[in-house]
């Protein structure tokens, strides 16, 4: 079995400031992580993943996270908000073994107060 | 370049009508899914299917159907629809392998009354 807990439904940050959106997960087998995000009326994209290998991960525009094992935890920062990334981010487990299907977390957010 | 697309992007139906979403994708993906998105859910899996003639349930399939006759559509059916099936359903799809990631259309918002 597989879930993720998305701390925080709404998070603002002035511009500028630290991004930290949190992710924990709970998995039975290593796991597959994911951050999506998802710009008003749009569908989700791809921000990052990690599947192996280095734990700190680098997606696109200048976000980042870290596979913490030991926490159970995928948080997302981002060291200056832009206004642009106002959005909805979507973080998404996977267990690595077998065929397994995605569950993704309920959302985050971010409002970015110029 | 390669896409997926939904269509229509808005519909409004009434109460018990049949109803289909169109799912198109040129990625030549074997996976394909249909998520539905509320307030508060985030995104729940309707059904999925890893190639042709394959589908399979998710967690919230009641009221739903797909079927699975190419590689590029996954058309999404509300046999009968009903005003909790109000929503805004995305179809995505995917290469083989757990770790791939999906590709999502740009949604199409259902409204029963």
């Known amino acids: 079995a597989q879930s993720v807990t998305q701390l925080g439904s709404h998070v603002s940050v002035s511009e500028g400031a630290l991004v930290l959106l949190r992710c924990n997960y709970s998995?039975?087998?290593?796991?597959?992580l994911f951050w999506y995000v998802q710009y008003p009326n749009q569908g989700l994209q791809l921000l990052l993943k990690?599947?192996?290998?280095?734990?700190l991960v680098k997606g696109i525009n200048g976000f980042e996270a870290e596979f913490k094992k030991s926490e159970t935890s995928f948080h997302l920062t981002k060291p200056s908000a832009h206004m642009s990334d106002a959005a909805e981010y979507f973080c998404?487990?996977?267990?690595?073994?077998?065929?397994?299907?995605?569950?993704f977390g309920t959302g985050t957010k971010l409002q970015v107060i110029p | 370049d390669a896409e997926i697309t939904q269509s229509p992007r808005h519909k409004i139906t009434e109460t018990g009508r049949q109803v289909t979403l169109a799912c198109h994708q040129t990625?030549?993906?074997?996976?394909m899914f249909w998520y539905r998105q509320d307030l508060g859910h985030g995104l729940r899996l309707i059904h999925y299917?890893?190639?042709?003639?394959?589908?399979n349930k998710g967690e919230v399939s009641d009221g739903y159907s797909v079927s699975r006759s190419n590689t590029e559509d996954l058309p999404l059916t509300l046999e009968s629809a009903a005003s909790s099936q109000t929503s805004v359903y995305f179809c995505?799809?995917?290469?083989?392998?757990?770790?791939?990631?999906?590709?999502f259309g740009p949604g199409t918002r259902l409204l029963v009354l």
């Open positions: 995505a799809s995917s290469f083989s392998g757990n770790q791939e990631t999906q590709y």
């Open positions: 998995s039975s087998v290593p796991p597959y």
């Open positions: 990690y599947t192996t290998g280095a734990t």
């Open positions: 998404a487990v996977v267990n690595s073994g077998g065929y397994q299907k995605v569950t």
């Open positions: 990625w030549n993906h074997n996976n």
């Open positions: 299917s890893y190639g042709v003639h394959d589908t």
